[in-house]
């Protein structure tokens, strides 16, 4: 079947199209999906842009309509809408399902958002005057994404623009475009106005590239790797374009002598682990301090034997596989790096099951030290590398040794470690005694260092993003 981009109201033709596999079974064929050229995106773009002053102006009444609407919807297509997840992007079923669950609930969040907004009155320093402050929409939004949450990232990004009174034009990642069509799909049935949301499905390098260096966009929200992130910025400064940019991780999580083992091994299970690693928010350096650092290791390495990997959509597996070929030889290649540079490597083999799919076992790299590739750079795979630390401040020495800063954990039972760990550890987000994936829906999300560029996402600290602040100063005229 063939999925087509959805422009001012219409399903348009692609100008090509891109099939759209399984990666847990290469037999088995999503659908094809649309190709917008630069010209579509253009007319995409100029379709958010005639929509954009109307929609800036409707009451909220009418926008919480929508964004309600749009959240029943997905609620009411969480297990098909997760099996569609789990097919084309191969996490596992169920996470696949609460993810879709999560996209859901943002648009019943941002629903609520836009009835929310509020500004502020104060007086004024001078006499007979008052201020206030108000928001008003920022107009055109560019969103581009990334295929690792392929609804949870775009419900995150399109509900606030929309919440907010801008319109969008959305460009999803290529390895997973069935779940942004659906969501389309989905906003069309919630009684979207025509022009005020627009999908351009297609390459990076042409759609994506288009929206950047597009006038008539006035902002772009971004998330995916740090390289294109770069070079979004690169071409939206020029224009003045407002940015939020998502990018990569190196996230740390440390465990200290005095943490429930248990805990611990779970925590780091989940989260450099769970959905095949490839969460921005994995936790890829273990920190692990002298005291239990062999029998955190024993345990660990015991735990990753009981992972199940397999097909996706299996009832009975933990792990699915890597996206595609492409992200499947890298995570390889890493692992080679790795042994080369002193490292020792448990798991990681790549695994022939009974449908053709990018199966590897999860892969933990002991002995490692601080200037190793596998501690530096974001391989975005099932891989995670064991630091030894002497104690605590070693520990949090190496935790913030890393260009990155979006989430880093601690597992202790001390309260003083952990509350100073949460002060002084150079990240966006601070999990204790949690894996370092994984976040609420309400609350900001963001970080620090290289990770992040621009206003944090989700929450009502949204707003910060797909808002303008004005100031009015008001004279009355009473003496
Ligand atoms: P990932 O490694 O997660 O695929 P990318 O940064 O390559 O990360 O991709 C994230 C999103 O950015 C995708 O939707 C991709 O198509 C898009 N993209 C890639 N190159 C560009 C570019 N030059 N300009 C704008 N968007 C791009």
């Excluded at 902002?219 to 294109?228: D, H, L, M, P, R």
């Excluded at 002298?290 to 397999?310: K, Q, S, V, Y």
């Excluded at 370092?436 to 996402?457: I, L």
């Amino acid at each position: 079947m063939r999925y087509e981009n959805y422009i001012d109201g219409q399903w348009c033709e692609g100008a090509d199209y891109l099939t759209n596999l399984n990666p847990s079974d290469l037999e088995d064929v999503i659908g094809d999906y649309a190709q917008a050229d630069v010209a579509q995106t253009q007319a995409a773009i100029v379709a958010a842009r005639a929509a954009f002053p109307a929609w800036g102006d409707v009451t909220p009444q009418q926008r919480f309509d929508v964004l309600d609407g749009a959240g029943s919807l997905i609620l009411a297509r969480r297990e098909e809408l997760g099996r569609l997840l789990a097919r084309e992007e191969g996490k596992a079923l169920p996470e696949a399902i609460a993810e879709v669950g999560r996209a859901g609930q943002i648009f019943k969040f941002f629903a609520g958002e836009a009835l929310r907004l509020s500004g502020e009155i104060l007086g004024s320093v001078r006499p007979g005057l008052n201020v206030e402050v108000t928001r008003e929409p920022l107009g055109v939004v560019g969103l581009i994404t990334p295929w690792n949450f392929p609804i949870a990232i775009p419900a995150w990004k399109i509900a606030p623009a929309l919440a907010y009174g801008n319109t969008v034009v959305f460009k999803p990642a290529e390895l997973a475009p069935g779940c942004a069509w659906a969501l389309i799909d989905i906003l069309v049935e919630a009684g979207v106005p025509k022009g005020v949301v627009n999908l351009v499905m297609g390459r990076g390098a042409v759609v994506g590239q288009a929206l950047s260096e597009s006038p008539l966009i006035d902002a772009i929200s971004f998330t995916g790797s740090v390289q294109t992130g770069q070079r979004i910025a690169a071409a939206c400064l020029p224009l003045r374009k407002k940015l939020q940019l998502e990018m990569g991780g190196k996230n740390p999580m440390v465990v200290l002598d005095d943490a429930d083992l248990d805990v611990a091994v779970e925590a780091c299970i989940n989260g450099a682990f769970y959905s095949t690693g490839q969460r921005c928010t994995a936790s890829s350096r273990l920190i692990v301090t002298a005291g239990i650092h062999d029998r955190f290791l024993a345990a660990m390495l015991e735990r990753m034997e009981r992972l199940r990997i397999g097909n996706a959509l299996a009832a009975d597996v933990d792990i699915g596989p890597v996206v595609d070929a492409a992200q499947l030889r890298k995570n390889q290649e890493y692992l080679e790096v790795a042994r080369a540079e002193g490292g020792q490597v448990h798991g990681g083999e790549v695994l022939e099951l009974d449908t053709r799919g990018f199966f590897m076992r999860p892969a933990l790299v002991i002995g490692t030290e601080p200037h190793m590739r596998v501690n530096r750079e974001e391989v975005f795979g099932p891989i995670a590398s064991v630091l030894k630390a002497k104690d605590y401040a070693e520990a949090l020495a190496l935790a913030n040794d890393t260009e990155f800063g979006l989430s880093a954990g601690i597992c202790t039972r001390s309260l003083s470690y952990a509350s100073h760990f949460k002060r002084h550890v150079q990240a966006g987000m601070v999990m204790i005694n949690a894996a370092t994936a994984g976040v609420d829906y309400h609350v900001p999300f963001g970080g620090r260092k290289h990770s992040s560029y621009g206003p944090r996402e989700q929450g009502s600290h949204a707003r910060e993003f797909y808002t303008l602040v004005k100031t009015t100063y008001l004279n009355a005229g009473l003496p």
